[in-house]
T-cell receptor, first 115, second 112 residues
Framework: DADVTQTPRNRITKTGKRIMLECSQT?????MYWYRQDPGLGLQLIYY???????NKGEISDGYSVSRQAQAKFSLSLESAIPNQTALYFC??????????????FGPGTRLTVL | EDQVTQSPEALRLQEGESSSLNCSYT??????LFWYRQDPGKGPEFLFT???AGEEKEKERLKATLTKKESFLHITAPKPEDSATYLC?????????????FGTGTQLKVEL
């Protein structure tokens, strides 16, 4: 079974609709992240959470909100979707410690299209 | 401004033709540099972490190296299954906390 799962995998929605993307992980990591990926722009950080009570904005948080329901669950919401939010969205987890830096582990992605 | 630049943007190799991908960075407070592989429609897959200049890591046909300004991902005798986009990311400690900045990737195509 996958360590980081995302639902839905694909979603087409209309401008103005509210949409939620969900992420679950079984890696036991405290830290979770949401990224979007656009062609030619690389991965951009939307929000991140270091534990259930900690939520932080990333580079491009405008138009997005998040909820950390449990250690294993981190949801991303678009309150009123707009076409330029069409992108590939990734959830990631990590166990970055003070000294032991390891890479992040990514989910399979959600392809979101806003018409 | 912190920047991570990968080159080339795309690379086409024949099977067995060795080459290198470059990741140059201008950041302060570097704590680590990561390499990832990303297949189309999938999430990035972690390959290596490099912590300090002079460090090298190897995995099968891949070897990553790090200097104070750049990192190289060397691919020796590549096979078609090595075709993917390779991403690098720089992990740094800033006044505002830890920060991870990704490059835009090199799209590698290995042909028979």
């Amino acid at each position: 079974d996958a360590d980081v799962t995302q639902t839905p995998r694909n979603r087409i929605t209309k401008t103005g609709k509210r949409i939620m993307l969900e992420c679950s992980q079984t890696k036991g990591h405290d830290r979770m992240y949401w990224y979007r990926q656009d062609p030619g722009l690389g991965l951009q950080l939307i929000y991140y959470s270091f534990d259930v009570k900690d939520i932080n904005k990333g580079e491009i948080s405008d138009g997005y909100s998040v909820s950390r329901q449990a250690q294993a669950k981190f949801s991303l919401s678009l309150e009123s979707a707009i076409p330029n939010q069409t992108a590939l969205y990734f959830c990631a987890t990590s166990d970055f410690g003070h000294r032991d830096i390891r890479g992040q582990f990514f989910g399979p992605g959600t392809r979101l299209t806003v018409l | 401004e912190d920047q991570v630049t990968q080159s080339p943007e795309a690379l086409r190799l024949q099977e067995g033709e060795s080459s290198s991908l470059n990741c140059s960075y201008t950041v302060s407070g570097l704590r680590g540099l990561f390499w990832y592989r990303q297949d189309p429609g999938k999430g990035p897959e972690f390959l290596f972490t490099l912590y300090s200049a002079g460090e090298e890591k190897e995995k099968e046909r891949l070897k990553a190296t790090l200097t104070k300004k750049e990192s190289f991902l060397h691919i020796t005798a590549p096979k078609p299954e090595d075709s993917a986009t390779y991403l690098c990311a720089v992990y740094q400690l800033t006044g505002g906390g830890n920060k991870l900045t990704f490059g835009t990737g090199t799209q590698l195509k290995v042909e028979l």
